[in-house]
């Protein structure tokens, strides 16, 4: 089975500080995405990895870094936490086999419901 | 930019129906289109993945189609039950990217 594990469930913080959300995974995948989920607005990508290093921007990269120092975990940073950036943070990969990786279903970890105070 | 919308916002029927969601994407050049269902706080379980080449997908009582050239999907529910009570939603993967654009889903209620 797919494991796509986030350190938190749920995480409550100030604003200004320096937020470190973590995501997991054990299917050894090239591949990881960061998305944030808002009522009226649905899933937007943040940023997503193709590799240890490596990372591009999605729609929505204003205000978060990321980091990808081993390739079955990838951070989401946010550099300095605003009220704006309250809301569900979902992590994924590809989960299947064979290729392309563009052709593989994406897996979903249970997310992460961050507040910002 | 490709754009998706999923008509319903919101569904409510009896236990036992047979129901359809649509969805619609604007740009056809896509890899594949894929179904997910999210129950309240959690995170995306995947349904159906039909790739751009197919035309359907079935897994038990799910039927995907799957109409690239028209821009559009739906999702068949046979002989609805309460436990299908979540929120729907359509994804489209971009040719030549890996990113997903979601609609913003349909939330579907099935009384008992």
Redesign the interface.
């Known amino acids: 089975d797919v494991k796509?594990t986030q350190s938190s469930r749920y995480l409550v913080k100030r604003t200004g500080e320096k937020v470190f959300l973590e995501c997991v995974q054990d299917m050894d995948h090239e591949?990881m995405?960061w998305y944030r989920q808002d009522p009226?607005?649905?899933?937007?990508?943040i940023y997503?990895s193709?590799d240890v290093k490596m990372k591009e921007k999605?729609d929505i990269p204003e205000g978060y870094s990321v980091s990808r120092e081993k390739k079955e975990r990838f951070s989401l940073i946010l550099e300095s936490a605003s009220t704006n950036q309250t809301s569900m943070y979902?992590c994924?990969i590809?989960?299947g086999t064979g290729y392309?990786?563009?052709?593989?279903?994406?897996?979903?970890?249970?997310?992460t419901?961050l507040s910002i105070l | 930019k490709q754009e998706v919308t999923q008509i319903p916002a919101a569904l409510s029927v009896p236990e036992g129906e047979n129901l359809v969601l649509n969805c619609s994407f604007t740009d056809s050049a896509i890899y594949n289109l894929q179904w997910f269902r999210q129950d309240p706080g959690k995170g995306l379980t995947s349904l159906l993945l039909i790739q751009s080449s197919q035309r359907e997908q079935t897994s038990g009582r799910l039927n995907a189609s799957l109409d690239k050239s028209s821009g559009r999907s739906t999702l068949y529910i046979a002989a609805s039950q309460p436990g299908d009570s979540a929120t729907y939603l359509c994804a489209v993967c971009g040719a030549g990217s890996y990113q997903l654009t979601f609609g913003k889903g349909t939330k579907l209620s099935v009384i008992p």
């Open positions: 796509v591949n995405f009226g607005l649905g899933l937007r990508l997503f193709y999605g979902l994924a590809p989960a392309p990786l563009s052709n593989q279903p994406q897996h979903f970890g249970d997310g419901r």
